[in-house]
């Protein structure tokens, strides 16, 4: 006999007012689920959308990156790999971390204390040797994502104040945070705005491939977005 779920009180409170079966416009949508961040702390705005990008086709994954009008709100901790007369410029550029051969064999080491690296050309021949340690974590750079640039400072600027990295898993998956339960409505929409229009610029006719599209708050329910307004 196959056990039925109990929801938890706390789920059943939030969720009443939420028709989890209908879709909602965006501005709606955002609303419902401000309206149920509930928790401590300051839950993450995420934005989840599913595509129809045809399993068979290895060409058809996605890989991009979005510059957040209002960031997402999340602290970032930058890293960056460059030539030793580089390392002043590094330090002044508001990375947390940096370093040259010696940043290298720290990650080499099993050291992954960031959450994005940023790496001069002309170190990349050193930084592919770790592709085992970076690679299953995403955090390879990549001159399509900004991350391998010879201008340090705007680079790591850039990251700061909201450039976010958009990837698609095997089965057409995407999600992203665009902002935090107490931005207020206008940024979120913003945020989510500068998402789409970046997806279509990057895959043009992509709005015709999205097969479902949710937005949640970290810890809450979802609202299912109106996909003709996606």
Same mark, same amino acid.
């Given at each position: /006999? ?47 959308? !599913?595509? !129809? ?29 460059? #030539? ?11 990375? =947390? ?23 001069? #050309?002309? /170190? ?16 390879? #750079?990549? #001159? ?20 976010? =990295? ?52 970290? /810890? ?11």
């Amino acid at each position: /006999m196959k056990k039925i779920e109990k929801k938890s009180k706390r789920y059943r409170e939030i969720v009443k007012g939420l028709d989890q079966t209908k879709s909602y416009k965006i501005n709606e949508a955002i609303k419902l689920i401000k309206e149920r961040s509930k928790v401590k702390f300051i839950e993450s705005v995420d934005l989840s959308i !599913n595509l !129809n990008l045809g399993k068979d086709k290895a060409d058809q994954t996605l890989r991009t990156t979005a510059d957040l009008p209002h960031g997402n709100g999340k602290k970032i901790r930058v890293a960056v790999i460059c #030539p030793n007369e580089k390392i002043e410029e590094a330090k002044s550029s508001n990375a =947390e971390k940096f370093g040259s051969e010696d940043l290298v064999d720290e990650i080499k080491n099993g050291k992954v204390d960031f959450d994005i690296l940023i790496c001069t #050309p002309d /170190m990349m021949s050193k930084v592919g040797k770790l592709g085992k340690v970076l690679g299953p974590k995403g955090l390879m #750079p990549n #001159p399509k994502l900004g991350t391998v640039a010879k201008d340090i400072k705007k680079a790591v600027n850039d990251i700061k104040k909201g450039k976010v =990295e958009i990837r698609c898993d095997k089965d057409g998956n995407l999600s992203l945070s665009i902002g935090r339960a107490n931005f207020d409505e206008k940024k979120i929409m913003d945020n989510y705005k500068c998402v789409l229009e970046t997806l279509d610029k990057d895959t043009p006719g992509i709005k015709n491939m999205i097969r479902s599209a949710h937005i949640s708050c970290s /810890m809450g329910p979802s609202a299912q977005l109106i996909i003709k307004e996606v």
